[in-house]
């Protein structure tokens, strides 16, 4: 069995003028709530061998409020979680994934909620990922197999926690 945790970003502050979208930092709530995200993946044991963040500067402030908390395991960061979409994610993990059985993703939406939603065996849009992956929102998706071999329809939706459940 394998685990792949997908944690979208916190919440991030407005771009100020002349600001490219890649350097904007979390606000004070997207900091607390990447601390929150940190302590709950410590208390329920989601601990990765790896963490595959995205280069964004929103995205390694939410690795950092996490990883004060819990333990993320050795971190990569790739600038591609940034501009792909949801199948380059899913390159990234099959690519990255040889000697884990646990792997943490932290990038953006649209991509996030689409990978969970491609991923799970059926189709949660009823269940918690109906109402969107909000910031800070972190999926837990389980695969039999190896996460080198996940594929769309192969995981099942075991968690998905949101800042205001933690």
Request: hydrophobic letters at 45%; a negative charge.
């Amino acid at each position: 069995m394998s685990r792949l945790f997908l944690l979208r970003h916190a919440k991030a502050a407005w771009a100020a003028p002349g600001q490219h979208d890649f350097d904007r930092p979390l606000d004070p709530a997207g900091v607390a709530d990447a601390q929150a995200t940190g302590a709950a993946m410590q208390r329920r044991g989601f601990i990765p061998g790896i963490t595959l963040c995205s280069g964004a500067r929103r995205a390694r402030e939410t690795l950092s409020g996490v990883a004060g908390e819990a333990d993320t395991g050795r971190v990569l960061f790739l600038d591609c979680l940034y501009s792909e979409d949801a199948t380059g994610y899913l390159e990234a993990i099959r690519k990255h994934s040889a000697e884990v059985d646990a792997l943490l993703v932290i990038g953006h939406n649209p991509m996030m909620e689409d990978l969970a939603l491609g991923l799970a065996a059926s189709h949660p849009s009823a269940g918690p990922l109906g109402a969107g992956f909000p910031t800070a929102g972190l999926a837990v998706i389980d695969f039999d197999g190896a996460l080198a071999q996940a594929a769309p329809g192969t995981g099942r939706l075991a968690a998905f926690l949101t800042a205001s459940e933690r």
